[in-house]
């Protein structure tokens, strides 16, 4: 059975010890963790990236609980959260950590989550760039 153990969508800093211990367990062989962070550039864009802002809609957080339960395999522990608010060049935008009893569960889970929630979380990021231009993305 799968246990998600936390599915946030927050203005708050994240952080990736809170996430590793969310999927302790005495049974888990494997943890496996995602971190996205912002990048200084998008390959789609001229110019320097100097930071992002995110926003949600309000059913965010839970478009995120649903993917964690549909995706996530049984025998696994998740915990998951996305960013929302302005953030510099190597803030934390996306954290995940999953663990199983063997890795290659762990490892087919984290990446079949963020593959999940990067198509389907209704979360929007404005790339601001170093002129002071932007574009959205994901709109």
């Known amino acids: 059975m799968t246990a998600v153990r ?4 927050t203005d708050v800093p994240l952080s990736v010890d809170e996430h590793l211990e969310a999927v302790r367990a005495s049974a888990a062989g494997a943890v ?21 802002e995110y926003s949600a809609h309000p059913d965010a957080e839970q478009v995120l609980a649903d ?13 998951i959260s996305h960013r929302t608010g302005l953030l510099d060049v190597g803030g934390l935008a996306l954290v995940a950590a999953v663990s199983a009893a063997h890795r290659r569960l762990a490892f087919e889970t984290c990446e079949a989550l963020v593959e999940a929630v990067k198509a389907e ?19």
């Open 67 to 79: 993917v964690v339960t549909r995706v996530a395999a049984p025998g696994t522990l998740v915990a």
């Open 121 to 139: 979380l209704p979360v929007w990021k404005r790339e601001i760039l170093r002129d002071g231009t932007y574009h959205w993305v994901g709109l």
């Open 32 to 52: 496996v963790t995602f971190i996205g962070q912002v990048r200084d550039h998008d390959p789609s864009v001229v110019g320097e990236v100097t930071s992002l």
């Open 6 to 9: 936390l599915a946030r969508v």
